[in-house]
């Protein structure tokens, strides 16, 4: 598969990066000088005490925040905008978001609406969103999304569907990466988020529309990922893994910035909106099932990404490499503990042609390696279920 003749690519986000590396927020807004803040967050962070340790920063210096703390999980509309009107009536002027990618989208998709005339369905369509958003620092408190850094940012519609607001104007400023904020996650959220970075990695190496940096960037955090899931997920102790997964997550982030995805994402958003299935699992179920069905049309990058999971391909040929990748996919996710069929994660087969009918809407489609037509995608979510 050949590269593009012409690519570009923007990374403005400053990283803040180690153990304890939240202690850096209120000099970086200090230095912004700007106004109040709106602490974007949800309901499960706040009991964990998680938004307390970024909250007491600000109080000790003297830094004026508000607090928003109704984010859902694939944020619905009215979400983002319930937090657009805490950020006016608090009259704010910046945006710290402290969760996974529902927080961050939430607060970047809100932060649209604040500088950007129109509701937040006109801004689905690219090219829309004309305005930088408000300056946004995001505190990842999983290795999931990468949307501290990415151009990206998710809302289910009233129709369950998981549309995408995307421009280089919600790019968020800061990212601190913190393995304090994360070192804690229950299993199922550390797998669900560490595999959902997999695939974001994985689905830009072999995107049509990858480009040299983009590769460099994704095959690095496939590695980290392969080496340090495991150990961060079955662990509440182990900052170092930890710190490799976040790290790996803005890796991938990066990455798919540059290339956008696949099938898998574009299959997995309508399992996410239509039945609730947490996002990273119905990446990580669908993952080995479309490898599967793209492996033929690029297998010497299947087989770089085997090596890069730690298989020794060395003396096998490409097609053989390949199916290593998909074998290690299957046993890293096994390892973690997630659902081996969608139906196990509560997807009901006879939703098979709704989702298979929204997962063609998707433009990720269009750059998946292999062509896909509406019967392949049919088969592959019968495959997964």
Not at 130 to 151: A, D
Request: a negative charge.
């Amino acid at each position: 598969m050949s590269v593009p003749d012409f690519f570009t690519y923007f990374a403005p986000t400053q990283l803040s990066v180690g153990r304890g590396a939240v202690a850096t927020i209120p000099d970086i807004l200090a230095k912004q000088g700007h106004g109040k803040g709106l602490v974007v967050t949800d309901p499960g962070l706040v009991a964990a005490g998680l938004v307390d340790r970024v909250t007491s920063l600000l109080d000790s210096a003297n830094l004026p925040y508000a607090v928003y703390d109704q984010v859902k999980e694939n944020p619905p509309i009215e979400v983002v905008e319930a937090c657009l009107n805490r950020y006016l009536s608090e009259d704010c002027d910046y945006l710290v978001a402290v969760g996974g990618g529902s927080s961050m989208d939430t607060a970047k998709t809100a932060g649209v609406l604040a500088t950007n005339e129109g509701k937040i369905g006109e801004f689905f369509v690219a090219g829309k969103v004309t305005n930088r958003i408000p300056f946004t620092l995001c505190v990842p408190t999983t290795y999931g999304t990468g949307s501290e850094v990415t151009p990206f940012a998710v809302v289910t519609d009233d129709n369950h569907f998981k549309a995408s607001v995307v421009s280089p104007n919600i790019i968020p400023q800061v990212g601190v990466l913190d393995s304090a904020m994360a070192v804690g996650l229950p299993m199922p959220i550390a797998a669900a988020t560490g595999m959902d970075a997999l695939t974001h990695a994985i689905e830009s190496y072999v995107a049509l529309t990858t480009s040299p940096l983009s590769e460099g960037l994704a095959l690095h955090a496939i590695r980290l990922i392969s080496k340090h899931l495991r150990q961060a997920a079955s662990s509440s102790t182990n900052h170092f893994a930890t710190e490799q997964m976040l790290i790996a997550s803005t890796l991938a982030g990066m990455a798919f910035s540059q290339s956008r995805l696949g099938n898998v994402h574009a299959m997995s958003h309508p399992v996410s909106g239509h039945y609730g299935v947490p996002h990273g699992v119905a990446n990580a179920v669908l993952l080995p099932r479309v490898m599967n069905y793209n492996k033929i049309a690029c297998p010497v990058k299947f087989a770089e990404i085997a090596t890069a999971m730690g298989e020794d391909v060395s003396d096998l040929s490409p097609v053989d490499g390949a199916e290593c990748a998909i074998v290690a996919v299957e046993q890293l996710s096994e390892d973690v503990c997630i659902p081996a069929t969608l139906s196990a994660a509560g997807v009901d087969p006879e939703g098979i042609p709704t989702l298979a009918a929204d997962a063609m809407k998707s433009p990720n489609t269009q750059i998946n390696p292999r062509s896909t037509t509406l019967e392949d995608v049919t088969l592959i979510y019968e495959e997964a279920i």
